[in-house]
């Protein structure tokens, strides 16, 4: 049975659902920090 | 805390690269499955911890419901001390115990029902206010990542084991979709609606999604199903070096899991924080342009 093909697959889906799940936290995260900086120079 | 954050990204980082190695070098092979079993590492370890976060998503929604009136916050404290209490008896009852599962432990089951009162005053304690909330949605965003896992990697290792990727009317493949559905139905409620009840409406949901989650891990149990049956906690015959490597699997999987929630938990407190500062501006805006309209708005008298 080839099935190694299947076991990469399934490490590499893991861990790229981790990596773009991550992606999205820092995205979100330096997006509010330009936001707070934007508000704290409006005041 | 901050300082914490670095220190333990590393630890995490050093346990989830063991963990790999220990999955593909250590763990011997499967004589029937060959390689490919080794998914289980993944798989197994990803809903386990998807399963605990669904039940901190429940055990933080039922405290926010709760904590709506002082009453209610008493009755609901009464009712889990006395889940907990009844429940670890009726485990250890003959007339219970023949309703178990085949191979499953009392004491296994009386450990679980005493997490429930151990969970609601942990959090009840460490996270008060609005803080149960943003826990709820942390625990329910990560959650949701980890069960995709699951449903990824599921289909992934029964392609070359059964020769499909997706047994339909399999009932634990079909309640993981849907406990999979509740959550992400329960994350774009949250994203898309502005009403003042969104919180609640949020929580009452959590509770009706994390019932799904004891059909699905008991559904291999209670059915027959073409999912593999419980190789550990179920009279099971897991070789003890595959359980040690899974074992050490799922720790690094929760320590990543606690990483990523610690993350997304600050980021929700930002978000609050951003919104409030938005809300006290428009509001500074609204009323500096009032007082400008006073004078014009009086009539002369």
């Known amino acids: 049975m080839n099935s190694i093909k299947f076991l990469y697959a399934a490490y590499i889906a893991t861990w790229a659902i981790h990596a773009f799940y991550i992606g999205t936290l820092v995205r979100r995260f330096s997006r509010l920090r330009r936001e707070m900086k934007e508000l704290g120079k409006g005041k | 805390m901050k300082r914490l954050f670095p220190i333990f990204s590393a630890i995490t980082a050093a346990l989830l690269a063991y963990a790999l190695y220990q999955a593909l070098v250590v ?62 008896i009726a485990c250890f009852l003959p007339q ?24 609601y005053f942990f959090v009840g ?12 949605v942390t625990s329910a965003e990560v959650g949701v990542v980890f069960c995709t896992i ?29 406990l999979w559905l509740i959550y992400v139905s329960y994350l774009v409620l949250r994203r898309f609606s502005n009403s003042a009840q969104t919180q609640m409406l949020a929580a009452a949901l959590a509770v009706f999604g994390a019932l799904d989650v004891p059909l699905v891990y008991f559904s291999i149990w209670f059915f027959r199903t073409q999912h593999p049956q419980p190789v550990i906690g179920g009279g099971g015959s897991m070789d ?32 609050r924080e951003v919104e409030e500062a938005h809300a006290m501006e428009s509001l500074v805006g609204a009323g500096a342009a009032a007082k400008a309209s006073i004078p014009l708005n009086r009539s002369p008298k």
Not at chain 2, 125 to 136: M, T, Y
Not at chain 2, 154 to 161: E, H, N, S
């Open chain 2, 240 to 271: 003890p070096r595959m359980l040690h490597v899974l074992v050490i699997s799922w720790m690094a999987f929760l320590c990543f899991a606690f990483l990523v929630c610690w993350s997304r938990f600050r980021l929700e407190l930002l978000h």
């Open chain 2, 96 to 119: 219970v115990q023949h309703l178990l599962p085949t191979g499953m432990r009392p004491s296994a089951v009386a450990t679980t029902v005493l997490a429930i009162p151990a969970f």
């Open chain 2, 150 to 178: 699951v449903l990824v990697t599921g289909p992934i290792w029964a392609r070359p084991v059964w020769g499909i990727w997706w047994a339909p009317g399999d009932i634990r493949l079909t309640s993981t979709l849907v």
């Open chain 2, 27 to 88: 763990a011997p092979t499967d004589a029937l499955q060959g390689d490919v079993y080794r998914i289980i590492y993944y798989h197994v370890p990803s809903a386990w911890t998807a399963f605990l976060l669904f039940f901190i998503n429940f055990i933080a929604s039922i405290q926010y419901l709760a904590s709506a009136k002082e009453s209610t916050q008493k009755a609901a404290k009464w009712v889990v001390i006395v889940i907990g209490a009844v429940g670890v």
């Open chain 2, 125 to 136: 304690k460490f996270f008060p206010g609005q803080r149960l909330d943003v826990l709820a």
